[in-house]
Each structure stands twice: as C-alpha cells, then as structure tokens.
C-alpha cells in the first residue's frame, strides 16, 4: 500500500473563490480516491478517478490524474463555507487497502 | 440502508482497563475496515475482513489489538490493557468488492477512546 502526500499542508480562502489541492503518489494505481473529513459529518467520500481516466467530474468538484506524473488534482469551484474540512487523496494499487496522508486542511472564510 | 454506525461514540478509560467497540456496516457491504485516528493526521489503517475472514492486519497493531466479524455481520475492536497512546478516534468502514478490488468505502461516525 502507499501513502499520498497532499498539498498544500493547510489552505484559506474567501467564500466563492475556487480551492485546488493537489495529491503526489509513488508507484502505479488502480484508482485514486478524494475523501473530505469534517466535525460534522465525518469522513466522507466524494470521489473515484480510474487509472484510465484523466479528469472526472461530481458537482462543484472536478478531479484530474496524470498518472505520468503520478499526481492528483482536486478543484472545488465557488466554494463556501460548508466546504470547510480535511481533505485526504487515497491512491489505490490493486488489490491493497487505503493509506491515507495528512490531508489539506482547507478553510473557507465568508 | 441506514449507513454505518459505531457503538459506543465517546469512551472514557483508565489505563490498564479493556475496552471493546463495535461497528455495524451497511448491510449489502462485504468488506469491514478498522482505523485508528489522531489530532492532525490522516486515518491509519488497522485490518480488514473480507466476510467473515480477516485478511490483513497493520504491522502496527499491537497484540493488545484483536478485532472479530463473527458471521460477517457486525464487527468488534478490543483493546487489551489500554495505554495512553491508545487515546485516539477509532473509524470503521464497509465497502463492497471482491477479493482484489478497491471500492469506495462508506464511514461511522468513530468511536473516540481517551485512556486517563
């Protein structure tokens, strides 16, 4: 199993701008997973990118991979105040279970 | 499908004590995980069961640390003479899938253990 590394470490910005975080791994994946974790709801998952796929879509979300690369991106666009959480990339290799970094603390100011 | 719950949601112990949770995942969900997390960090895998078989097991997890899926339903974490390091937020998790695959897995609310 491996562990991705997000960044930034932590994030603040103003209700309606857009967020982007940004998720590194090391060897080859099945898939990568974006999961958001806050007081409220706990941790949450919000979405499934294929090794196949290069960008992916749900709502304000839009998710790329550059499996060249062996990086992630997670855009949250108009954000608001409900957005504020952890933010944590899961890269998946098959057959082996999640390893979850630090995350991006991400803060959304009104 | 009510979602995955765990009982109890906040436990207080003294060192040296037993303590035991429990996890109910979504019904239809084969697969059961256990984590373990602290201030500041992302959730640290602890085991899986597939059903009832238990596959994997973090090098990390101590001996102190046994977890049971009896008929592959419910699921149980004892922790064996607490210690303060223990003190932590315990997540469990289900997910669908065969053996070999990766699935989105769906969170309770975790179980948080303060060891006095």
């Known amino acids: 199993s491996q562990q991705g590394e997000e960044d930034p470490q932590a994030l603040s910005i103003q209700e309606g701008e857009n967020a982007t975080m940004n998720c590194s791994y090391k060897?080859?994946?099945?898939?990568l997973q974006w999961y958001r974790q806050n007081s409220g709801r706990g941790l949450v998952h919000l979405i499934l990118?294929?090794?196949?796929?290069r960008e992916k879509h749900s709502g304000r979300l839009r998710v790329t991979l550059d499996t060249s690369k062996k990086s992630s991106s997670l855009l949250i666009t108009a954000s608001r105040a409900a957005d504020t959480a952890s933010y944590f990339c899961?890269?998946?290799?098959?057959?082996?279970?999640?390893?979850f970094g630090p995350g991006t603390r991400l803060s959304v100011l009104p | 499908d009510t979602g995955v719950s765990q009982d109890p949601r906040h436990k207080i112990t003294k060192r040296g004590q037993n303590v035991t949770f429990r996890c109910d995942p979504i019904?239809?969900?084969?697969?059961l995980y256990w984590y373990r997390q602290t201030l500041g960090q992302g959730p640290e895998f602890l085991t899986y069961?597939?059903?009832?078989?238990?596959?994997?097991k973090s090098r990390l997890l101590s001996d102190r640390f046994s977890a049971e899926r009896p008929k592959g339903s419910f699921s149980t974490l004892e922790i064996q003479r607490t210690e303060q390091g223990d003190s932590a937020m315990y997540l469990c998790?289900?997910?669908?899938?065969?053996?070999?695959?990766?699935?989105?897995?769906?969170f309770g609310p975790g179980t948080r253990l303060t060891v006095t």
């Open positions: 998790a289900s997910s669908r899938g065969l053996v070999g695959g990766s699935y989105e897995q769906y």
């Open positions: 060897t080859s994946i099945n898939n």
């Open positions: 990118i294929r090794s196949n796929e």
């Open positions: 899961a890269p998946i290799e098959y057959g082996q279970n999640f390893v």
């Open positions: 019904s239809e969900h084969n697969r």
């Open positions: 069961f597939q059903n009832e078989a238990q596959l994997e």
